[in-house]
C-alpha cells in the first residue's frame, strides 16, 4: 500500500484489514449477539430484584425458610400475589437464559 491509499482511509486505517482484529467478519454475529443478550441481561436483572423485593413477607422464623410454614402461607395467597409469582418466575427464566448466552458466547 501506498502512502496515499492509507490517507484515503484505505487498507489498514479501521482495523479491519489486519490479521486478529476484532472486526473479523467471523466476530460480528458474536458482537451482534452480544448487543441482544446485553441489554436483556441488565433489565431482567433489574426487574428481577425489583419483584423480589415486591414479595410480601410471609413470616420470620427458620422454619419458615426450610418449608415450615409453606402450607400456610399457599392456602391464603391472593390472585396478584400469584401473578406477582407468575411474572418473577418468567423475568428469572429470562436472566437464566440470558446467562447461559453469555457462557456460551464467551
Not at 500500500?1 to 489486519?18: I, K, N, P, Q, Y
Not at 436483572?45 to 399457599?74: Q, R, W
Not at 407468575?86 to 453469555?102: D, E, K, N
Request: net charge negative.
Amino acid at each position: 500500500m501506498t502512502t496515499g491509499e492509507h490517507e484515503a482511509g484505505l487498507g489498514w486505517r479501521g482495523g479491519a484489514d489486519l490479521p486478529g482484529s476484532i472486526l473479523s467478519p467471523a466476530l460480528v454475529p458474536c458482537i451482534l449477539v452480544i448487543w441482544i443478550v446485553a441489554p436483556l441481561q441488565i433489565i431482567s436483572a433489574l426487574v428481577l430484584i425489583f419483584l423480589v423485593l415486591l414479595h410480601s413477607g410471609k413470616g420470620g422464623g427458620l422454619s419458615d425458610m426450610f418449608g415450615g410454614g409453606a402450607g400456610a402461607a399457599a392456602a391464603g395467597s391472593t390472585v396478584v400475589e400469584r401473578n406477582l409469582d407468575r411474572i418473577t418466575v418468567v423475568a428469572a427464566l429470562i436472566f437464566g437464559f440470558t446467562s447461559v448466552a453469555y457462557a456460551l458466547i464467551f
